[in-house]
């Protein structure tokens, strides 16, 4: 067992064993603890205990934004969609208690697959890559498709306009944040307000952050088998998980590897008109996404971005490269300005 603490465990690991033991009647089993790279939000451990391979996820230590790293509900909503034929892995423990690792965390049944961080997808051939991309469309598809209701989370969310109510939120953050102003930033809030489309009766479950490094695949196949990082989840509108989505065809690839100026047809990557296309080929009815939807995805990953700035400067960011990563609310800022200005 590696007990005790280290620079990239930040909580007692036999703390950890103890709560193990107790939780699978089983005092045997050793422990072993490795923190996953990548991430900007909770920080995320690959556990193994005996043979069980598991990931636990916990909210950051020091202060947080209020409503921030809710793993509660990320616990709830895969808990929900769990018996769905969208993929999830299988939730088993939420521990609210803080006593117990200094912060909540939940434990969850390791999947064994891949995961693109590239959007480029160096390494597969041309078919692999577009294979890829088109069931990344069908599994946000499966999403939207899912009557939230049925799953007994029809108070997910509150209720009301969703973009209203997380344009509120996000630019409440933002505005609460110690750091500079972005020029960029503050003229899209002021565009975003003044074309808020009106409120819609569709209403789905909306994963908040779905972007290919959020999914995991098929150890072979072109087949998603675990939508990730349900932190930002709630009840809202498809069309903003799928602007959210679009931003890989919005953002260079050294602006956490997009897709912008990159040759698609040579790499066999769908263009963005042909990912949207696919998800409505294979969605529930819904209307046609349009610029709002991609304005206000850039929008809140600047957002975003700026809360990781923030993290880094105090000091509790979850990921290593925090401080790498943390201009990039300047960047994104600047991608919804020119979303904002196309014709």
């Known amino acids: 067992m590696r007990a005790g603490r280290s620079a990239a465990i930040d909580f007692d690991v036999a703390a950890l064993r103890a709560y193990l033991q107790e939780l699978f009647a089983d005092k045997t089993g ?5 923190r996953v790279a990548g991430g900007q939000s909770n920080p995320t451990y690959f556990v193994d205990f005996g043979r069980r391979r598991l990931v636990l996820r916990k909210k950051p230590v020091g202060d947080i934004l209020p409503g921030a790293h809710a793993i509660e509900r990320e616990f709830r909503v895969m808990k929900a969609l769990g018996p769905t034929d969208v993929p999830v892995p299988e939730v088993l423990a939420l521990c609210e208690d803080s006593s117990v690792l200094g912060t909540p965390f939940y ?44 799953l007994g989370l029809g ?13 509120r939120r996000w630019s409440r953050q933002y505005a609460q944040s ?8 503050d003229e899209v809030c002021q565009w975003l307000a003044q074309n808020m489309p009106p409120e819609e009766e569709r209403r789905a479950i909306a994963h908040g952050d779905f972007r290919l490094g959020n999914l995991m695949f098929h150890p072979q196949r072109a087949e998603v088998i675990g939508i990730l990082d349900w932190e930002l989840a709630t009840l809202g509108h498809p069309l903003a998980d799928l ?12 602006e956490y590897g997009g897709l912008l100026g990159l040759d698609l047809a040579a790499l066999g990557i769908p263009c ?13 009815p819904t209307s046609p996404l349009g610029r709002f939807h991609v304005v206000f995805a850039l929008f ?4 975003i971005f700026v ?12 990921a290593h490269n925090a401080r790498e990563v943390a201009p990039l609310a300047a960047k994104f800022a600047e991608r919804a300005r020119q979303a904002m200005l196309a014709s």
Request: glycine share 8%; net charge neutral.
């Open 107 to 150: 434990l969850m049944r390791r999947l064994e697959g891949r995961v693109f961080h590239d959007c480029a997808l160096p390494g597969l051939s041309p078919e692999a890559r577009r294979a890829i991309y088109l069931a990344m469309a069908e599994a946000l598809a499966r999403l939207h498709a899912v009557d939230p209701a049925e």
């Open 155 to 167: 108070d997910f969310g509150p209720p009301g306009n969703y973009f209203e109510r997380q344009f």
């Open 272 to 284: 963005e008109k042909a990912f949207v296309a696919h998800y409505f080929a294979h969605a529930a």
């Open 307 to 318: 809360g990781i700035a923030e993290r880094a400067r105090t000091g509790t960011a979850a």
């Open 178 to 185: 110690p750091g500079e102003r972005i020029a960029a930033l």
């Open 30 to 34: 050793e422990t072993q603890v490795e």
């Open 300 to 303: 809140r990953f600047a957002v």
């Open 243 to 254: 602007g959210f989505a679009c931003i890989a065809w919005r953002s260079a690839p050294e």
